[in-house]
């Protein structure tokens, strides 16, 4: 009886598979771990987070020129031969004067920053907005 029992998990092992998890067991928490070469969330105390934001932020108005401010920021970052740092800037609500209603414009802009510290705006678009 032992015999095929562990030809089995041999043959699951050199597949490249594991046992799967016993039911009474809880899954690991993966939630705190950042995925490798996904996005993960940036420290917006650390002065390259900050450097990045001022780009990217710079880098909206420039492109689409608003009397709107900056309401909030979320920052990403993804390590990559460098760094990526991805931002949604959302921008103060403004009233449409033909309907009294507020909207918000939102845009995502990526920030590539090299292993010599050289940074540039690789992706910029407007995700919610006219």
């Known amino acids: 009886m032992r015999f095929p029992l562990l030809i089995g998990l041999f043959a699951m092992l050199a597949a ?37 934001k001022d780009l990217a932020i710079d880098a909206v108005y420039d492109k689409y020129p608003t009397r709107a401010l900056v ?22 609500g403004s009233t449409d004067y033909r309907s009294s209603t507020s909207f918000k414009d939102a845009y995502e802009v990526v920030v590539y920053r090299d292993l010599e510290g050289v940074m540039e705006v690789t992706r910029l678009r407007q995700v919610r907005g006219r």
């Open 71 to 92: 309401s909030r920021v979320t920052s990403e970052v993804q390590v990559v031969a460098g760094l990526n740092y991805r931002f949604v800037i959302e921008m103060s």
């Open 16 to 52: 490249g598979c594991a046992p799967t998890q016993s039911a009474t067991q809880p899954p690991p928490d993966v939630s705190s771990e950042p995925i490798a070469g996904g996005f993960a969330t940036a420290d917006d105390e650390d002065e390259w987070t900050k450097a990045a």
